[in-house]
């Protein structure tokens, strides 16, 4: 009998960590009627910098630049963040040890950058607003030019760009 009672006190232990765990993940993400999607973040207001005009259009250039890059950085764009991530070994001649990872955050108070051991928050409420119609009309190019390459290497992969030309030549 004792034994079954240490059992069944390891067991609830057990299950109530699973329900702390399950609680922190559903705290983690939130559901939309189009899927569910992480939480933004929230910005850290006690360690923002202000920022002047010269770093605004330095992270400008460079997101809007990163965008190019579709395939090989991550983008998460919605109504109340910009989340660019990814790992910029892919982008050197020479490989190192240390992994180089990059991410960086535009919301409406202002945005982050983080590399490797500095975690940067600027705050500069206007970034946002500037950067996500331009994002939007490139993630929409940039996403036509992708969803074509991908089409023209799966029809040349499964020979059937060579059936529909053959057919295209017999009519």
Known sequence: MCMKKKKLKKLAK??????LEE????SKWVTKDDGIYAKSPEPDRTHQCECDP????????????LIR???K?????NDDSIVIYGNLEQFKTTKSNIEDYIEITVNKEG?????????????EP????????????LNQSVSGMLLEEIVDDVMVITKLSRDSNLEELLK
Not at 54 to 65: A, H, Q
Not at 111 to 123: D, G
């Open 23 to 26: 609680k922190e993940l559903k």
């Open 73 to 77: 950085i991550n983008f998460n764009i």
């Open 126 to 137: 206007n970034l946002f607003d500037k950067l996500l119609p331009i994002l939007m009309n």
């Open 14 to 19: 057990f299950i109530h960590k699973l329900q």
């Open 111 to 123: 945005f982050r950058v983080s590399r490797r051991y500095s975690n940067l928050r600027f705050k």
């Open 54 to 65: 010269e770093v605004v259009d330095k992270m400008f250039n460079l997101i809007t630049g």
């Open 69 to 71: 890059f579709k395939d």
